[in-house]
């Protein structure tokens, strides 16, 4: 079972960030698989780091853009970035430590909170981004 799909909704209107998205979404996946299969705590913390690894790639590629092209947004869309980026720093380090397991919480909280940001945050950028010529 796929555990999350992406789709034109949640379309930011840019290739470039659609395939982040996209991306992010396969390894956010793969997490539940690892947890579905009952995978080892090694392969799991793999996943894990590759998770939290990508979504700071691609909250910086965001941030990036959004300071070249001055975007009005930016403050609290990094504010955004930043306080999901330590609630998985905080989870990888329980869940290394064993203090937290990788729960369907867990993984419901990822799901939403990504679809949530992509489908009110990013795509707020959307207009302004397109207006700049960013594919
Ligand atoms: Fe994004
Ligand atoms: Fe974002």
Known sequence: ????????????????????????????NALYDAM????????????????AKYTVEHFSAEESLMQKYGYSGYQTHKA?????VQKVVD?????????????????NFLRDWTVNHIADTDKAYSQFFISKGIK
């Open 1 to 28: 079972m796929v555990f999350m799909t992406w789709s034109g909704y949640l379309s930011v209107g840019i290739e470039q960030i659609d395939t982040q998205h996209k991306h992010l979404i396969d390894l956010i």
């Open 36 to 51: 579905s299969k009952g995978q080892g705590k090694a392969a799991m913390e793999n996943t894990l780091d590759e998770l």
């Open 80 to 84: 955004e970035h930043e306080t999901f």
């Open 91 to 107: 989870f990888k380090k329980g869940f290394e430590a064993g203090k937290i397991l990788l729960s369907i919480e867990v993984m």
